[in-house]
């Protein structure tokens, strides 16, 4: 009787299978999950450290793991300042975004993101661009910062201080420069535990 051969395709598929699990478990999901979508809402994409920071991230995030698909929405369009792995949009785009949890940049990336179906918006508090700005009315401040849609994240510890006393809320996490990896294990791991 003949050797069975062994089938070196299916060893190799099963071993880039059992990669790609453990590559998706770090955020939060399994392969047989639907796929996950996170929008992100920026000023502009030209060239400032939020932005640089953000799209680097979200292109590297792109790199990395399969089963996460992002959309990037902005104000203004522009050049960016690097070439982004996702779809970029307008904001007028956002009227048609439904399901699916956004990421705002700015104070009026919020107040943008809130005239969407969106369920979740989470707030990414990069600076704390209120302090000295006599321009923001109270009310647009209020609505970006304690619509019950909206969940503040903070990019520092001393922001986290100032944006929950200044607005009496609770921030739901500190990410620092804008890491994209760690804004979607939050919003994903919030999204299954039905937050």
């Given at each position: 009787m003949a050797k069975k051969k062994k089938n070196v395709k299916h060893t190799e598929a099963v071993c880039r299978k059992v990669d790609a699990a453990a590559e998706m478990s770090k955020l939060g999901l399994k392969l047989e999950d639907d796929l996950a979508i996170i929008g992100f809402v920026f000023n502009h994409l030209a060239i400032s450290h939020l932005t640089y920071l953000g799209l680097n991230s979200i292109n590297q995030v792109c790199r990395t793991y399969a089963g996460l698909d992002f959309c990037i929405f902005t104000q203004h369009l522009m050049a960016s300042c690097i070439p982004p792995l996702c779809p970029v949009f307008s904001v007028s785009d956002l009227s048609?975004?439904?399901?699916?949890?956004?990421?705002?940049?700015?104070?009026?990336?919020?107040?943008?993101?809130?005239?969407?179906?969106?369920?979740?918006?989470?707030?990414?508090?990069?600076?704390?661009?209120?302090?000295?700005?006599?321009?923001?009315?109270?009310?647009?401040?209020?609505?970006a910062f304690c619509d019950p849609r909206v969940r503040v994240i903070v990019r520092h510890e001393s922001h986290k201080d100032v944006v929950e006393t200044e607005f009496g809320i609770k921030v739901c996490g500190i990410i620092p420069d804008c890491n994209v990896e760690e804004l979607a294990k939050l919003v994903l791991t919030e999204m299954k535990n039905g937050n």
């Open positions: 048609r975004w439904h399901y699916y949890p956004l990421i705002t940049t700015s104070i009026g990336t919020t107040i943008e993101a809130l005239a969407s179906n969106a369920p979740v918006i989470y707030h990414y508090v990069f600076d704390l661009e209120f302090i000295d700005k006599p321009h923001f009315e109270s009310s647009d401040l209020k609505l």
